[in-house]
């Protein structure tokens, strides 16, 4: 697999490591009423659609960003990819 | 153990006393002789293939762990009116794409116990069942390369021992008088030794996935083929039934059975699991004169393989290692697996293959599966069996049978809890934390 990386261009899939769901991004807040659930739900649950799949993977043989790769698990095929920092600074 | 006593719960015996007559001995030499006789003209299938009816009492969703978990329920628990439902064949799925390889050498005390009690169903199944499902007790060998290797197999088949099965821990050279050929010298991970549980071997998948078909068949279970689940009907919180390319069948107990899809299966029903689904390649050479003696594995890379009885070498090592329902992999892991095994035995290195598969995994959050009831009631969930299903296939329909007969899990599958993340009670055998892609 070729992942598009946004400032490098096209890049083996074995530079890489992988991580799982971009929703791990979005870490709970420690502080808030249900955090114990909140964080058991981060940590254990995931999503697993059959289908497009948001992920994380880091460049780990290469300029060492986290990219969140935008792939299908039915194909392989990948649609996309956006550096880490730029997802989460935007928010999502 | 203590069998329920299914008349307690108001439940029928088999529709169809007769068809209990055990063993059903469809097959014989004088059967074999006279069938050449007539060309062949006269075997029947193995099973019905019978349409759905509109309601059961049970109905099990997958056909490999689902179909010896219906035949355990039909047969040893006294149930009856239960299907089999399975969005293809029976052997399609994931009983049909594995390494076949039977074994019961876990460390933890929430999984070895369970796993042996497979391995002794695995040692009577073909009585049991009265089918040649070729279980070969070859020998599962765990190679060590360091000290500290050595230590920790000290430690789990000291464990293995507690639990009743059986292991051995060998000396280098004991290894090579099993083993000569394997890579004894190598300079970065030399063989120290071995753990060896010699009741390990392996057996025929698909002949596993026939005989409990076959068996549940003939204890009146509908084995429902071509039949995918698209929905649950859930009333109130309590299942209903279920919604089928087939169409729609009412149940008062549904219990799903179908590792690789539970994530999708599941999310039918609104639950997120603490499971991902990633593949697992496995590969076979053409067929060679005997060579490797039982199951091997490398103890310093993800490599193991054993010979199958038609003279191929089948082996396997890493998930590729990303989100995945491809049923296929890709090339760096194929060059990852072969790397290992050359390192291991440089006497494979001249073998070609003549096929590789993909198998669709239940990564679990702690590498170990899940046998529970849900928060909806009358939904079962056997799931999250990761590279393992195979060898757990008659205690998990065992054990399963058992929560869907009598509500409560079976005392060896008494870990298996859906909610143990959320307690902090997680059966991590590989230390590796909630990371599906490293167990």
Known sequence: ?92 | MAEPDHRDRGCPVGRDEERWGWPDMRFSGFRLVAEALRGHSGWKPLWRDPAPQPAYDVVIVGGGHGMATAYYLAKTFGQARIAVLDKGWVGGGNIGRNTTIIRSNYLLPGNEPFYELSMTLWEGLEQELNFNAMVSQRGVLNLCHTDGQRDSFRRRGNAMRLAGADAKLLEADEVRAMAPFLNFDNARFPIKGGLLQGRGGTARHDAVAWGYARGADVAGVDIIQNCEVTGFDIDNGRVTGVQTTRGPIRANTVGVAVAGNSGRVMGLAGMRLPIESHVLQAFVTEGLKPAIPGVITYGAGHFYISQSDKGGLVFGGDIDGYNSYAQRGNLPTVEDVVEGGMALMPMIGRARLLRSWGGVMDMSMDGSPIIDATPVEGLYLNAGWCYGGFKATPASGYCFAHLLATGRPHEVAAAYRLDRFARGHVIDERGAGAQPNLH
């Open chain 1, 1 to 92: 697999m070729l992942i598009p990386h946004p400032l490098l261009g096209p890049r083996d899939a074995q530079e890489f490591t992988y991580l799982g769901d971009a929703r791990l991004l979005e870490r709970p807040d420690p502080a808030a009423e249900n955090a114990e659930a909140r964080f058991c739900d981060y940590v254990y649950l995931r999503d697993n659609p059959a289908g497009v799949h948001r992920e994380l993977w880091f460049h780990e043989h290469g300029d060492r960003s986290w990219l969140v790769v935008t792939r299908d698990t039915v194909t392989h095929e990948i649609l996309g990819a956006e550096l880490a920092a730029d997802v989460k600074g935007a928010g999502a």
